[in-house]
């Protein structure tokens, strides 16, 4: 594809992935609470999860989901109200850098967290279909512009978790203090309650 296409490309995808969304949000939680390592399986859950959603988005389910307006609005639900859930649990978490009833003990217990939290947004599945499309020349193959274009999106994609995962690390040296756990926890909380809301009230 075009250099400059590419190029436009990496810059928009670069503001998009890096805007707080849910999965940055788990990032962050999950570094500070397990470290930037360990939050690696996490990083593989919600990666995962958007490689199937990009998948069902080139199976035409954005399609569906485009046209059917009960459809989309229950899979937004469902995937504001998993999201509100965390949020309550962060809320419950009080002094401790642990949810309650959210174990993240196990390598696999975080990769199914990320993989859950990255499924919950059905407009990951909108956003392939009408984002993706505009960088593809129609004049010039098709594959190898597509492979290009998902690999620079998850690999820009997995750069941001990382970021901010070890952000997260680099915070809990800081949360050590009486008190901060609780009020990092209820950020986290707020954000989630924030970031499910948005989800409920979105348009397709």
Request: aromatic fraction near 14%; charge should be positive; glycine fraction near 10%.
């Amino acid at each position: 594809m075009h250099l400059e296409l590419w190029l436009a490309f990496v810059a928009t995808t670069f503001f998009i992935s890096g805007t707080p969304g849910p999965n940055m949000l788990l990032m962050l939680s999950h570094g500070t609470r397990y470290g930037w390592q360990p939050t690696l399986s996490t990083m593989a859950g919600a990666l995962t999860g958007l490689a199937l959603l990009f998948t069902l988005s080139a199976f035409g389910l954005a399609a569906i989901l485009a046209a059917s307006a009960k459809l989309f609005l229950l899979l937004k639900l469902v995937g504001a109200a998993y999201l509100i859930y965390l949020g309550i649990q962060c809320w419950r978490a009080g002094d401790t850098l642990e949810e309650p009833n959210i174990r993240g003990d196990s390598a696999w217990a975080r990769y199914r967290l990320g993989l859950t939290v990255a499924l919950s947004n059905p407009k990951a599945i909108l956003f392939a279909a009408a984002f993706l499309p505009q960088f593809v020349d129609p004049k010039l193959a098709q594959g190898p512009q597509w492979a290009l274009l998902l690999l620079t999106f998850f690999v820009i994609e997995a750069g941001w978790q990382v970021a901010y995962a070890a952000g997260g690390t680099r915070l809990a040296a800081w949360l050590h203090r009486p008190g901060r756990i609780r009020s990092f926890n209820r950020f986290c909380g707020t954000a989630f309650f924030a970031v499910g809301g948005m989800l409920a009230l979105a348009r397709r």
